[in-house]
């Protein structure tokens, strides 16, 4: 089992940044992917970036590319997410989630925080 504990949302206006953490415990010697995805109010689930421990394979979704940067702190077990040049359809419920080797989907996830970006 891993538990996954996202913070750093809050409300910010358009053209600001915020950093999301998401912070692995349990069985965080198992860690492999580690993703970011959000979701709006009556929007699908929408797949931010992704990370493998390793640090050497990293995917962004076009929506994001260019503004967002994942990174790992593997002595912390935390990922995080900077987001630079937010704007207003960045607003979601950001969720950190955890995939396992060897599994097509993402098994484990955070509450989510939300994020906020003002016009």
């Known amino acids: 089992q891993v538990q996954l504990v996202e913070s750093g949302g809050g409300l910010v206006q358009a053209g600001g940044s915020l950093r999301l953490s998401c912070a692995a415990s349990?069985?965080?010697?198992?860690?492999?992917?580690m993703g970011w995805f959000r979701q709006a109010p009556g929007k699908e689930r929408e797949f931010v970036a992704s990370?493998?421990?390793?640090?050497?394979?990293?995917y962004y979704g076009d929506s994001v590319k260019g503004r967002f940067t994942i990174s790992r702190d593997k002595a912390k077990n935390s990922v995080y997410l900077q987001m630079n040049s937010l704007k207003p359809e960045d607003t979601a419920v950001y969720y950190c989630?955890?995939?396992?080797?060897?599994?097509?989907?993402?098994?484990?996830w955070g509450q989510g925080t939300q994020v906020t970006v003002s016009s």
């Open positions: 989630a955890h995939r396992q080797q060897g599994i097509r989907d993402y098994g484990y």
């Open positions: 349990g069985r965080t010697f198992n860690l492999y992917t």
């Open positions: 990370i493998t421990w390793s640090g050497l394979t990293i």
